[in-house]
Every structure is written in structure tokens, then in C-alpha cells.
């Protein structure tokens, strides 16, 4: 199971880090992507970082602003999200594609809660 915490109200400019953090499993063995989801707006990938971290992938809108990172000691895929704007503002998850080419298009079944970031203007 992923599990999302970190979120919080910020103010535009501010930053906040995520973090997903796996139980039950070894995380080190998926990939993991973090999305994020407004209100009355699909779902989109936001990051996503490989297996072994080698490899990452953002969505144009958070290039360059927001970073993902892991720490498989700690079972641990993190989001630093600097630079925040409001449009920034949605619920975020955590999810574990099957492999690495499906991060973007993979049909989940099950998001759990997420974690809510707000940035005021």
C-alpha cells in the first residue's frame, strides 16, 4: 500500500514536499508516479521516477519547479514542489504503475486518499 502525506495550504512562491511512503511491500521493485487531481479536471501525471531513480518524468506544467526523488531504505518516493502557484492547487496521490511505460496511461483501480495542497495567490 502507498500512503500520501505532506500536503498543506501554502501561499504562491511557497514550497512543500510530499511524501509516499510504501508498507507491505519493498518500493525499491516499482516504479511510482505522483499524480494529481482538481476539482472538475481529469487526473494528470505530475512525476514519476523509476524502479532504480535513473529515470524521471514530469508534466510540462510542473517542469522545472518540481522534483521527484526516492530513498528505497526508506521505502520512500518524495515530491519537492517549489515555485507553487495556484494553479498547483488539487489532491495528490501516489500510485505504482505496472511498469515504467504505462505511468502516463495505466488505468488505476484503487487511489487511496491522496493529500491536499492548496496555494493561495
Known amino acids: 500500500q502507498l500512503q500520501a502525506s505532506g500536503g498543506g495550504l501554502v501561499q504562491a512562491g511557497g514550497s512543500l514536499r510530499l511524501s509516499c511512503a510504501a508498507s507491505?511491500?519493498?518500493?525499491?521493485?516499482?516504479?511510482i508516479g505522483w499524480y494529481r487531481q482538481a476539482p472538475a479536471k481529469q487526473r494528470e501525471l505530475v512525476a514519476a521516477?523509476?524502479?532504480?531513480?535513473?529515470?524521471?518524468d514530469y508534466g510540462d506544467s510542473v517542469k522545472g519547479r518540481f522534483t521527484i526523488s526516492r530513498d528505497n531504505a526508506k521505502n520512500t518516493v518524495y515530491l519537492q514542489m517549489n515555485n507553487l502557484k495556484p494553479e498547483d492547487t488539487a489532491v495528490y496521490y501516489c500510485?505504482?504503475?505496472?511498469?515504467?511505460?504505462?505511468?502516463?496511461?495505466?488505468?488505476?483501480?484503487?487511489w487511496g486518499q491522496g493529500t491536499q495542497v492548496t496555494v493561495s495567490s
Open positions: 500510485n505504482r504503475p505496472p511498469n515504467w511505460l504505462l505511468r502516463r496511461t495505466f488505468e488505476y483501480t484503487n
Open positions: 521516477i523509476s524502479t532504480g531513480g535513473s529515470l524521471t
Open positions: 507491505g511491500s519493498t518500493a525499491d521493485y516499482y516504479a
